[in-house]
């Protein structure tokens, strides 16, 4: 196979990372961006030694800064001449009850969940029309197809992402640019350590099922056949189902899996960890 360009936002850990292993392992150009340099330089040094045909770049930025958006792509073109795949996955969670929910924390999340990932892919896009084709991956989620209890917001940011992919997939498959969704399960990263804490507790490390590396081997395979959709687990396509057919049974499941969600008090800007 050809040996492809793939800028990864959110590369500098949990499933970003993982993906650009995989991606790396198997001669495929990888960028990876995220806001810690030092973490991208890390994964860079410690990708140099596995054996592979690949380059490596580092680009550090902030996925909600235009202007980190821009100079990310033209770097990106500058260093490797063109981006075939453009894997939007930085992303991040906020726990709390919608009654206390603060609309700044809420739009923050809207920011990079959103915002970010739709100006990541608008950014793309010139380039890869000029190219004559592109494929852009958004790292979505099952709560992407199902609210969630205290994670109501995370769960609205990811909806976001599945209404924009599905609706700029049609525009833009004829023009040769593909899109692809991917809907992790809970997974083993620090998503649930930084994650901005509401008053709600809920520690779901000890509850996430797969490993980020799981994950991205799954993720791996899937983009590289172009799929439309990919739902990680079997649990993930089980949710999807089961709330389409049974929107009042999946409510019931959920109330008693969340039934120990228990609200706290917690000093601003304190974490739960
Ligand atoms: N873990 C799960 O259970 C799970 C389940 C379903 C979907 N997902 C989705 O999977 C994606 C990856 O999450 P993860 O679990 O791997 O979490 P993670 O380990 O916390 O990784 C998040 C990544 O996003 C980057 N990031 C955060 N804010 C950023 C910003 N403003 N600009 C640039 N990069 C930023 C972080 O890097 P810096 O801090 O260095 O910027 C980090 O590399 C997210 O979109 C998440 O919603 C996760």
Redesign the pocket.
């Known amino acids: 196979m050809k040996p492809k360009s793939v800028l990864i ?9 993982e993906l650009a292993i995989e991606f790396y392992k198997n001669n495929h150009n990888v960028v990876l ?4 340099k030092e ?2 330089e890390i994964l860079a040094q410690e990708l140099k030694d596995i054996p592979s045909k690949a380059s490596v770049v580092v680009i550090a ?5 235009i202007e ?1 958006i821009k100079q990310a792509l033209k770097e990106t073109i500058h260093q490797l001449g063109r981006i075939d795949i453009l894997i ?6 906020l726990n709390s009850f919608f009654e206390d929910l603060e609309i700044e924390e809420a739009k923050k999340l809207m920011d ?2 959103f915002f ?1 990932l739709l100006s990541f892919s608008q950014e793309a896009l010139p380039y890869m029309k000029k190219q004559g084709c592109g494929q852009i991956v958004n ?5 992407g197809k199902r609210g969630l209890p205290s994670r109501s917001i ?1 769960s609205a940011s ?1 909806f976001a992402v599945e209404g924009l992919t599905e609706g700029i997939r049609v525009e833009l498959e004829p023009e040769n640019i593909h899109f692809t969704l ?14 901005p804490k509401g008053n709600s507790y809920l520690d ?1 490390r000890d509850r ?1 099922r797969m490993t ?1 590396k799981q ?1 991205a081997q799954i993720a791996y395979k899937g983009i590289l056949k172009k799929k439309k959709v990919i739902t990680i687990s079997f649990h993930g396509k089980l949710a999807v189902v089961l709330n389409t057919l049974f929107p009042n049974f999946t409510d019931w499941i959920i109330s008693k899996v969340f039934s120990h969600l228990k609200k706290v008090t917690v000093a601003k800007g304190d974490s739960h960890f």
């Open positions: 936002t959110g590369a500098s850990s949990g499933i970003g990372r961006f995220a806001r810690r973490k991208l930025g902030d996925a909600t800064q980190d939007n996955n930085a992303g991040a969670g990079l969940n970010g790292i979505s989620s099952i709560a995370y990811k991917v809907r992790p399960t809970s997974t083993q990263t620090e998503f649930f350590d930084v994650e779901q996430a980020a994950v």
